[in-house]
């Protein structure tokens, strides 16, 4: 015996009699009613499959009574799933009452083993629905927790402030947005605030690092590949594009794509559709495209490692993530916000930064920015010995010093040049590209080697 819930609505009695009898050998549960009028006060979702007759008064065979009572049952309960059943067949009632949402149509007298083969057909329709439903309510649940936001914009200079503006700004629309900045300026975290802020939110944000993928592997990273295709794919493959269909898919350091790499992708990004690896099936994707780089990738193009017509497809929007040495006090207020962060982590409440340990953080310039003021502030909260961090508890990096004496003295070239740097940086208030200017270098030039300074 099958477990599942029946209900017979017809005014015949002798037809209920005769349904109830013949569907009780089969399932465990068959309710009947005679009045369509209780079907407001019944919990229709409870039942898997509903056997509803076209005509309840006598001498009406329009069947609009039974077409009536369908669509309150399907507007109570759309996932109900129900068979009409009627003594006067016509392929236009028929077809009336599966517009209407009805799965199937049985007309008296029946055939036994045909009525009880169209229930069977309608309950595995219903389990469908429901089991649809379910995977789609598991699928939000996914959802959110991939979209869950992890981390924080924090701040309020000048400098964030003008970039959460445009970011919210731009959110709204489907454009395409490149993010450029120094390498821990928290371009990811832009991204996320574009996906967050954006019609997709409850869709999938799906970040690939395209510096840490081989190039033989790209392709199939990106647009997935079928079964047999190369030697390890054992497999089908869904890609990122795929992966991200009606979500946003975010491509983090693009500047590392080789030539070739920059060729798919471009194809893929206008024809908005992808071909796995292995397969000639073109798949369309419905994607918020989003990328982020520390590169110049305009001086990229002008060296020809760049495809000209890429950067125009992924810049319709470019958002620049300032340094942190250009945020002003956002130094101290990411401090305290990490230092409460790493003070609950490692269960030392209490704990605070000195003021003189807070001047010591403003006067660094930051060369690694936010993420190296995240691990500077992490290890003095684990090294602290008591409740007040000083400055001898914060080891910082010396390409960063912006403090400068006579008895500091340059003794070679590169302490000269991390010298020259940051007198540049101070007379600028650390306005980088101000400071690239008057030392006669590019911005991304003086992005590299204050990082090389940093190792």
Known sequence: MTSAHILIIDDNKSILSALDLLLRFEYDAVDSISNPNQIPSLELDRYDVVLLDMNFSAGVNTGNEGLYWLREIKKRSPQTTVVMMTA????DLAVSSLKEGAADFILKPWNNEKLLATVRAALELSRSHKTIDELKRKEGQLKQVINEDRHSIVGQSKAIEAVLKLTRKVAATDVNVLITGENGTGKELIARELHRASNRRDEVFIKVDMGSIAENLLESELFGHVRGAFTDAREDRTGKFEAAHTGTLFLDEIGN?????QSKLLTAIQSKSIVKVGS???IAVDIRLLCATNCNLEQMVREGAFREDLLYRINTI????????????????LADFFLRKFSAKYDKSGIRLSNAAQQKLLNYSWPGNIRE???SVERAVILAENNSIEPEDISLGTSGARESTSANIPKTLEEMEVAMIHKALDRHQGNYTAAAEELGITRQTLYNKL???AR
Not at 318 to 333: A, F, M, Q, S
Request: net charge positive; hydrophobic share 40%.
């Open 88 to 91: 006067y067949g016509a392929v």
């Open 257 to 261: 794509l080789s030539l070739q790499a």
């Open 280 to 282: 000639n099936k073109s």
């Open 318 to 333: 470019t958002i620049e993530v300032p340094p942190l040495r250009e945020r002003g006090d956002d130094i101290r207020v």
């Open 373 to 375: 003021l995240l691990h």
């Open 451 to 453: 990082k090389k300074f």
